[in-house]
């Protein structure tokens, strides 16, 4: 497999586990688009992923160095009157999207989420935003 491969597979997932996210607002390596694309379409809701680095580790229960790909994304969402119930809901999908799937349909040995970081709000122009950051790490053999 790869990177690359990898990195589609994740954005698949998403936009599966997540129904307001779409081709244009879950994307890989461009965030300006992910935030034009939410206020055109008037959606609350994107996610940016990209490479945030690889190498030779070793992975319980393997015996052997793995090659661990690390993924890093963030959730934008935007604020509204029910946000804190909003962030609820996205944590606990961005926390278990894996669990029904370690495997990523075969593209990886083992995927799972390693980091979620806590919510922060910033601002885009003029807008009030959520970022929900994460680290994914996933597993193919040395």
């Known amino acids: 497999m790869g990177y690359t491969e990898i ?16 081709e244009d607002r879950c994307l890989i390596g ?11 379409s008037g959606e609350s809701l994107g996610c940016y992923i990209e490479y945030n680095g690889g190498g030779e580790m ?12 690390s993924i890093a994304g963030i959730f934008l969402i935007q604020y509204s009157d ?3 119930d909003r962030l609820r809901v996205i944590i606990d999908t961005v926390k278990t999207v894996f669990d029904d799937d370690t495997r990523l349909g075969g593209t990886t040995i083992r995927i799972k ?5 806590d919510a922060y709000i910033g601002q ?7 970022f929900l950051p994460f680290i994914i790490e996933a597993i ?3």
Do not use: C, G, Q
């Open 124 to 130: 885009i122009n003029d807008t009030m935003f959520y």
């Open 82 to 84: 029910n946000i804190e």
């Open 7 to 22: 990195e589609k597979a994740v954005k698949v997932r998403f936009i599966e586990h997540f129904s307001e996210l779409d």
């Open 58 to 69: 070793d992975r319980r229960p393997f015996k052997t160095s793995v090659w661990v790909w």
């Open 140 to 142: 193919e053999p040395f």
């Open 30 to 40: 461009d965030a300006d688009k992910v935030v034009d694309s939410m206020f055109k």
């Open 113 to 117: 989420i390693v980091d979620l970081a």
